[in-house]
Nanobody, 116 residues
Framework: QVQLVESGGGLVQPGGSLRLSCAAS????????MSWYRQVPGKERELVAV????????NYADSVKGRFTISRDNAKNTVYLQMSSLKSEDTAVYYC?????????WGQGTQVTVSS
C-alpha cells in the first residue's frame, strides 16, 4: 500500500521560508512523478508543482514560479518543496501526491500559515 507522509509545515512570517518534505513508501519511488498540491477551506485543491521521476523536469503554478522549488531524493524516497518569499496567500494545507496504478494517492497534509 502506498503511503505518503508530509512534514515541515508551520507558522512563518511573510517573506520567510519553509521546506516541506514528503516521505513515500509502498512503491518504487524513482519510477513516478511526484506532485505538491495545496488547499484552502472552501476552494478546490490546487496543483503547486510537479517533478518527473528522475527529477529532470519540473513545472510550477504561475502563482509560485520563482519562489518555490520542488526537488527529490530518490535514495531517500522523499520529495521536497522549498518555499521562499512566502505570502499570506500561500497559507493552505499542502499535500504531496502520486499517481500509482491508475489511482491518485495523497498524504495527510501539512498546514502552512503565513502571518505576521
Amino acid at each position: 500500500q502506498v503511503q505518503l507522509v508530509e512534514s515541515g509545515g508551520g507558522l512563518v512570517q511573510p517573506g520567510g521560508s519553509l521546506r516541506l518534505s514528503c516521505a513515500a513508501s509502498g512503491l518504487i519511488f524513482s519510477r513516478y512523478a511526484m506532485s505538491w498540491y495545496r488547499q484552502v477551506p472552501g476552494k478546490e485543491r490546487e496543483l503547486v508543482a510537479v517533478i518527473s521521476s528522475v527529477g529532470g523536469s519540473t513545472n510550477y503554478a504561475d502563482s509560485v514560479k520563482g519562489r518555490f522549488t520542488i526537488s527529490r531524493d530518490n535514495a531517500k524516497n522523499t520529495v521536497y518543496l522549498q518555499m521562499s518569499s512566502l505570502k499570506s496567500e500561500d497559507t493552505a494545507v499542502y499535500y504531496c501526491s502520486v499517481r500509482w496504478r491508475g489511482l491518485n494517492y495523497w498524504g495527510q497534509g501539512t498546514q502552512v500559515t503565513v502571518s505576521s
